[in-house]
């Protein structure tokens, strides 16, 4: 279970609190308008953004001592998830093994996520002459690989075409099933919503609200979220 | 960028001579050991005869060395000290570090000499050197002023031939000093820091003359078979260098230093000085000098400061030189 | 944090081996004067080190640019000799000059011929010309790395949007000057600032006095220490200044990251065209004929060379190579920790040599015979005084390296070691590669610091030459020195070009 106790952030004059769970295994998505704090919600849970108060947890251990390389999470960004000087089988080879010591065993699994994403042959490419949703899934691929219980997407589909980018949450979808990961998942997308998230956090005015039932967040929105879809 | 002019070297441990052989430590600037210098002949020499093991530390030039024995203090390793000049020896007696050398002064110098702390062992005339083809070879620092002749000088707050020039004037000049600089300024190309690029500017032809000594024709007449260059007589006499060696108090091998003093004036290194250090040797060998030495200009008249002088007359002179200099 | 404790320990190494010497030379002098004249040299040396610099990267930014945007034949070959004015022993290249632009030399002839008045060299303008000509292409290698750090995807965005010269000018490659240019003006500013030897020469007498050569005049012919130490704390105060004022000047640029996709060139055509060649052949007739002089000079006692020479040849590599190292490891150090230390690892420029030799010396001379540990204390000083050099030319890459992957490296778990392997070297060739060249090179050419930890025999190739010009024997000399002009050279193209060549 991930834990967001009395979660509190600031940078500057911005805030963000947090204080609720999401159950393992689940699968939340993350809304809310621009400049909210979605991506900041996803960095306090990375490591990347030190809390001013509260803790997070996982499985009821307290993250904050651990650096991000240490957490149980997997985060994918918006853009740079790639090394450009090494190739997709490096790229990968990252997640089993920081220092690349990779035995026969490491070589198999990494050539078999690189079968299961759909780029089974581009080992040896750079990241450089791969388009973007190509890019995408060996991102995928290398969260497979380390199979964390936490995966955090931000929005790193965001510039991909509607088929695409569907396509990538059902790859999402099936990875966050075989690694039984959380997933939170920042999208501006009402749809992607619907289909990927049972239960959905909305962030607005600096505060993270605990995750309600997708469904029922949109048949009855709260004027912060109304406002975010123009109705 | 900032660096070469002093450029380093260090030793290699030759291994430690036997335990028994005492060792004579002689601090000298860093051109007396090098290759074509009069030190690995003295060296040699030297321990043929002494049954010891003679070490050369070198620093940089003879300023460096003085400053280096002020740093090392009465803590210094050396035994001897080689190479410092006339315009050194001064400060160097009031470090209170040097011992009397006790020895009966022998030698031929064109002036008399008495100083009981060091021992000269050659010595030379400041000179301007000129190619042989350059038309009107001035006479005098005034005939020099007067004319159009262009030559290079050494800055004397970074070199000894610098400050020989600056003490040659002063000696010949007196009070007129300043005017004579002054009259001489539209004539200097430029001043370098030391000996060498002054010298090398003066082979690029930068400058018609360059400020040496009467023996560098010498060199180039001996060593290159070139009889081109020429040193310009001075109607007002020409200042001598003189470099002298003296002994360390705190020695730890005073008997050794004693004999290593009177053998520098012996035949062995008095007949290498020529044409190692391109000077005259304080006492002249039995064999005469170098055949090629009977070429160069002898000045008539000698100019040398006494040591005390020389120390207290340099800010002034400095002074005059810079003002006159910097217009 | 392991990076930053590494980061401190470089530092503290750093000060306590720069500032060490002074205090101990302070201390020992126990306190010192100033006097007009050194107030005189202070303002001479600040004029010639400002319009030095000032001119070096004014020049510097054109040619920098016609290199980044054109490719011809010979391209790479150019990049690699703007590494060697640079690299030139100071007398070397002071005569190399002098013969090109000197009374006797190369333009002075051809004005004769055209029964024009000959030009003088002697004077400000001729410490200048000196200075420009040393640092120009050092500045020119400095900005075009900024200039080829721009990611090709801001090029081809630029492209795409139809920019004009004067958009790329205004939206990509002024805001990459702003953040390069004050860095770059600093170093060179900073190197000119102990200028002594090509000052006092090219200067033409006493107005040209620097203060270094005061602090000469005061440890060597005064053993005034205090004043010394009192002059080369003015050294490094006019340093600290410098470093303060261009940290609040420079502004970071913050392009981001690419995808190391191929260059995109952006090369206008029409009259610019024709203006970069006419820029690219004058930078180089400027520096290639003054290196052909040294080359022309050299040749003939390049076959007459005593036998000491290769021996110590020998040595200057045994001393340049575990320096560059040294330098470049230190550099790194403190170029991935924090920009915060832009200070300390400028502060080795504005050493005074001789001052930092000195007060070496009575460090050490209690406890050791200064001339057994001449070897090591090379080494040291040696990579003490290049490290600004390696540090300047890693620190812009290694900050944006943090920028744009020390998320993705964190995230990953990606440390020590194994972020140097797979992140660090990989992503920082090119660099690399040009820094230790310099290194090395520098090292090579011996910056001269432990005349007093001399001892008997053994020395390097610059004492060599040294040796020989102090022995009337200007034409080996001049061999000797050609020898070590190739050896550094020699040591840099490798390194530079082992860095270009992996990181392409």
């Not at chain 1, 979605?38 to 251990?61: D, P």
């Not at chain 1, 790639?82 to 990252?94: D, I, K, Q, S, V």
């Given at each position: ?30 809304i809310?308008?621009s ?37 149980p ?7 740079q ?63 497979l ?14 510039a ?9 949450l ?6 966050a099933?075989e690694t039984?990961?959380t ?14 998230a049972?239960r959905?956090?909305?962030v607005?005015?600096?505060l ?12 009855d ?11 | ?5 002093l ?30 210098g ?9 321990e ?138 539209d ?56 470099e ?27 007949s ?6 391109w ?8 064999g ?9 200009v ?26 006159a200099?910097?217009? | ?6 980061a ?38 600040i004029l ?14 054109p ?8 490719s ?10 703007l ?17 090109v632009?000197?009374?006797a ?18 004077g ?21 790395q ?6 090709s ?8 949007l ?10 990509l ?20 600032l ?9 200067g ?6 620097t ?17 010394a130490?009192l ?25 981001g ?38 080359a ?23 001393v ?26 400028t ?6 040599s ?21 070897l ?13 050099f ?48 310099v ?7 011996d ?24 022995a ?31 990181a392409?």
């Amino acid at each position: 279970m991930l834990h967001l106790d009395r979660v509190g952030v600031r940078l500057g004059s911005f805030t963000l609190s947090a204080d609720w769970q999401a159950a393992a295994g689940e699968r939340l998505a993350v809304i809310g308008p621009s400049g909210g704090g979605k991506s900041t919600l996803l960095m306090a849970i990375a490591g990347f953004v030190a809390l001013a108060e509260g803790r997070v947890l996982w499985q009821g251990r307290d993250l904050g001592p651990m650096a991000p390389g240490e957490r149980p999470v997997s985060i994918l960004f918006q853009d740079q998830n790639l090394f450009p000087h090494l190739t997709l089988r490096e790229n990968l080879g990252l997640g089993l093994s920081p220092r690349l010591r990779l035995g026969p065993r490491d070589r198999e699994r990494i050539e078999a996520a690189l079968e299961r994403v759909g780029l089974s042959g581009l080992g040896d490419a750079r990241p450089g002459r791969l388009s973007g949703g190509q890019q995408g899934r060996a991102a995928l691929a290398r969260a497979l690989l380390r199979a964390r219980p936490i995966l955090l997407l931000d929005e790193p589909f965001a510039a991909l075409g509607p088929a695409l980018k569907s396509e990538m949450l059902t790859l999402v979808a099936e990875i966050a099933a075989e690694t039984q990961a959380t997933v939170l998942m920042v999208t501006h997308d009402p749809e992607d919503t619907r289909r990927f998230a049972g239960r959905t956090v909305l962030v607005a005015e600096g505060l993270a609200q605990p995750p309600r039932e997708t469904e029922a967040l949109f048949a009855d929105p709260p004027p912060a979220l109304r406002h975010y879809l123009g109705t | 960028m900032k660096f070469p002019m002093l450029a380093a070297g260090f030793v290699l441990t030759a291994g430690v001579a036997a335990a028994q052989t005492p060792v004579l430590t002689v601090l000298t600037y860093d051109s007396f050991t090098s290759e074509w210098g009069p030190g690995p002949a003295v060296e040699t020499a030297f321990e043929e005869v002494c049954g010891c093991d003679l070490r050369f530390v070198a620093a940089g030039d003879g300023a460096a060395l003085l400053a280096r024995l002020q740093l090392e203090g009465a803590r210094s390793e050396a035994d001897v000290v080689v190479g410092l000049d006339t315009n050194l020896t001064a400060a160097a007696a009031a470090t209170g570090l040097f011992a009397p050398h006790g020895a009966a002064v022998e030698v031929d110098l064109p002036v008399a000499w008495d100083d009981p702390l060091f021992l000269p062992f050659d010595w030379g005339w400041f000179a301007f050197v000129h190619d042989r083809k350059m038309a009107e070879v001035p006479g005098s620092f005034e005939e020099l002023a007067a004319s159009d002749a262009r030559i290079v000088i050494q800055d004397p707050r970074s070199s000894t031939p610098g400050l020989g020039l600056l003490m040659w004037v002063k000696a010949a000049y007196g009070d007129r000093a300043p005017e004579i600089w002054g009259a001489l300024a539209d004539n200097i190309v430029t001043v370098t820091p030391g000996w060498s690029e002054a010298y090398g500017l003066f082979l690029e032809g930068e400058a018609d003359m360059v400020l040496s000594y009467t023996t560098s024709p010498a060199y180039h007449l001996i060593a290159e078979e070139d009889d081109s260059k020429a040193a310009a007589p001075f109607r007002e006499g020409h200042y001598l260098q003189v470099e002298v060696a003296g002994k360390l108090a705190a020695s730890d091998q005073p008997e050794l230093a004693d004999r290593f003093l009177a053998f520098l004036l012996e035949e062995p290194v008095q007949s290498v000085l020529p044409t190692t250090n391109w000077m005259y040797p304080a006492r002249l060998p039995a064999g005469g000098l170098p055949e090629g030495f009977e070429t160069l200009v002898r000045p008539d008249v000698s100019l040398l400061l006494s040591a005390d002088e020389a120390l207290s007359l340099r800010p002034e002179a400095l002074r005059e030189w810079q003002d006159a200099l910097a217009r | 944090m392991a990076r930053r404790a590494g980061a401190l320990i470089v530092a503290a190494a750093l000060a306590a081996l720069t500032l060490g010497p002074l205090a101990l030379v302070m201390a020992r002098a126990g306190g010192g004067a100033l006097g007009a004249a050194d107030w005189a040299a202070l303002r001479f040396t600040i004029l010639q080190a400002a319009l030095s610099s000032l001119v070096s990267v004014l020049l510097a930014v054109p040619v920098a640019r016609a290199l980044a945007r054109r490719s011809f034949p010979g391209r790479g070959l150019m990049i690699a000799l703007l590494g060697a004015p640079f690299l030139l022993p100071v007398i070397v290249a002071v005569l190399g000059i002098i013969a090109v632009f000197g009374r006797a030399g190369l333009f002075n002839r051809g004005f004769e011929a055209l029964g024009l008045a000959p030009l003088s060299i002697y004077g400000l303008h001729g410490v200048v010309l000196a200075h420009v000509f040393f640092n120009m292409p050092f500045a020119v290698r400095l900005i075009l790395q900024g200039w080829l750090a721009i990611p090709s995807e801001r090029f081809r965005l630029a492209a795409a949007l139809g920019f004009g010269p004067s958009d790329v000018a205004r939206h990509l490659e002024r805001p990459m000057l702003r953040e390069v240019l004050p860095g770059v003006v600093l170093v060179v500013f900073v190197i000119c600032l102990s200028s002594f030897a090509v000052a006092l020469t090219l200067g033409g007498g006493p107005r040209a006095t620097t203060v270094e050569l005061a602090i000469y005049q005061a440890l060597r012919f005064e053993f005034d220490l205090g004043r010394a130490a009192l002059l080369a704390a003015l050294q490094f105060t006019i340093c600290g200044a410098a470093v303060l004022a261009t940290g609040a000047v420079a502004l970071p640029s913050a392009f981001g990251a690419g995808l190391d996709r191929a260059a995109v060139p952006f090369a206008p055509r029409g009259w610019r065209r024709v203006a970069d060649a006419l820029v690219l052949t004058a930078a180089a007739a400027f520096l290639l004929l003054p290196m052909a002089m040294v080359a022309a000079r050299g040749l003939p006692g390049l076959f007459q060379l005593p036998p000491e020479v290769w021996a110590a040849a020998g040595r200057s590599l045994s001393v340049a190579l575990p320096s560059a190292f040294l330098s470049v490891s230190g550099a790194l150090v403190l170029a991935l920790a924090s920009p915060r230390f832009g200070l300390v690892a400028t502060l080795p420029l504005a050493a005074s040599s001789l001052v930092l030799g000195t007060g070496l010396f009575l460090a050490v001379h209690p406890f050791l015979n200064p001339t057994l540990v001449a070897l090591p204390v090379t080494m040291l000083v040696n990579a003490v005084l290049s490290l600004p050099f390696a540090y300047r030319i890693l620190a812009p890459e290694a900050r944006a390296l943090e920028a744009d992957y020390g998320r993705l490296a964190q995230a990953l778990g990606l440390g020590g070691l194994a972020r140097l392997r797979w992140l660090t070297l990989p992503r920082l060739r090119r660099p690399l590669g040009f820094a230790l060249g310099v290194s090395a090179a520098l090292a090579m050419g011996d910056l001269g610091v432990i005349a007093l930890f001399a001892g008997e025999g053994g020395a390097t190739l610059p004492l060599l030459v040294q040796r020989l010009m102090g022995a009337y024997r200007l034409e080996q000399a001049a061999g000797a020195a050609l020898l070590l002009v190739l050896t550094s050279f020699a040591l840099f193209w490798i390194f530079d070009r082992g860095g270009r060549h992996a990181a392409s």
